[in-house]
């Protein structure tokens, strides 16, 4: 069992900045792959981006955020960051970590995922 807490969420004006973290609780932690997903009001889950676990740490990232957002995993703190800049009204949504070992052709399937947390809430507005 891996219990994930999202942290980092908030308020930020168009064009600023926020890192998320996601904090696991299971010493496995190193072997799993982390993936940020998203919600937005009135919208369907989307993918944002994953770093693979058991070494691979292979990253990957949805097309509307290359460039502007950065994963990064600490596994000796269990946790995952993502860093979030050039946030725009768009990205205003519910941000979601989850967990699992998904093969790379599922990695954007939020159905593969059986460790979520809570979410934290990211708005983007002036």
């Known amino acids: 069992q891996v219990q994930l807490v999202e942290s980092g969420g908030g308020l930020v004006q168009p064009g600023g900045s926020l890192r998320l973290s996601c904090a696991a609780s299971s010493n496995t932690f190193s072997q799993y792959t982390v993936t940020w997903f998203r919600q937005a009001p009135g919208k369907e889950r989307e993918f944002v981006g994953a770093v693979r676990g058991s070494g691979g740490n292979t990253y990957h990232y949805a097309d509307s955020v290359k460039g502007r957002f950065t994963i990064s995993r600490d596994n000796a703190k269990k946790t995952v960051y993502l860093q979030m800049n050039r946030l725009d009204p768009e990205d205003t949504a519910r941000y979601y970590c989850?967990?699992?070992?998904?093969?790379?052709?599922?990695?954007?399937?939020?159905?593969?995922?059986?460790?979520w947390g809570q979410g934290t809430q990211v708005t983007v507005s002036s």
């Open positions: 989850a967990a699992g070992r998904p093969i790379l052709s599922a990695l954007r399937l939020e159905t593969i995922y059986p460790y």
